[in-house]
């Protein structure tokens, strides 16, 4: 059974600092691994999607990367700004055939201060 | 370009009575999944629609039940409400291969009372 962990569940950082959110999968059998943000009682906002054959993605300030050997990801957010604080989770895109189920880390809170 | 919806929004029920909850996919996407999220267990598949046919299914009891019109619009019902059924109710579209991206809708809050 898959399980995904992501470390720290919470985190705290002045604005302008880089950081960097982990995620690690037992799994490897993976198809992709995507990164989502979400705002309190708001749905999932698609952040970066990298596919199993991937190494990284990026877009913007964000830098996702993937080693599926290990059974890690790692999102780097650069130059965080206070709109930046929000739940972050990752999913993994599980070997069902043609099915497509996500199974979900359980999220690290990011606030951003000024 | 449209994104997903869902309705409604917010739901308040009381126990015992059953819910009826909405998603319309992206234009063009043909599979819809459904997720619950709750503080305690987070985010969790429910089942997953493709051309109006169940694919997948997680490990919910079978007062959770869903379908998918020819449209891709798709339903999820929930009978014989409980108190632990409270959650944030998620869909997910997308094309519908296994390596394709999800994009969710906002959500609906159902609170049983």
């Known amino acids: 059974k898959q399980e995904v962990t992501q470390i720290p569940a919470a985190l705290s950082v002045p604005e302008g600092e880089n950081l960097v959110l982990n995620c690690s999968f037992t799994?490897?059998?993976?198809?992709?691994l995507q990164w989502f943000r979400q705002d309190p009682g708001k749905g999932l906002t698609s952040l970066l999607l990298i596919q199993s054959s991937q190494r990284e993605q990026t877009s913007g300030r964000l830098n996702a990367s993937l080693d599926k050997s290990s059974g890690r990801s790692t999102l780097y957010i650069a130059a965080s700004q206070p709109g930046d604080s929000a739940t972050y989770l990752c999913?993994?895109?599980?070997?069902?055939?043609?099915?497509?189920?996500?199974?979900f880390g359980t999220g690290t809170r990011l606030q951003v201060t000024l | 370009k449209a994104g997903v919806t869902q309705t409604p929004r917010y739901l308040i029920k009381t126990r015992g009575q059953q819910v009826t909850l909405s998603c319309s996919p992206i234009?063009?996407?043909?599979?819809v999944s459904w997720y619950q999220q709750t503080p305690g267990q987070g985010l969790q598949f429910l089942f997953e629609y493709f051309s109006e046919t169940q694919r997948n299914k997680g490990n919910f009891p079978g007062r959770f039940s869903g379908r998918q019109f020819s449209n891709s619009r798709s339903e999820m019902n929930v009978s014989t409400l409980e108190l632990g059924d409270s959650a944030l109710y998620l869909c997910?579209?997308?094309?519908?291969?296994?390596?394709?991206?999800?994009?969710f809708g906002q959500g609906t809050r159902l609170t049983v009372v």
């Open positions: 799994d490897s059998a993976i198809y992709n």
């Open positions: 234009s063009g996407h043909r599979s």
């Open positions: 999913a993994v895109s599980i070997n069902t055939g043609t099915a497509s189920k996500l199974t």
């Open positions: 997910a579209s997308s094309w519908g291969h296994s390596n394709t991206e999800a994009f």
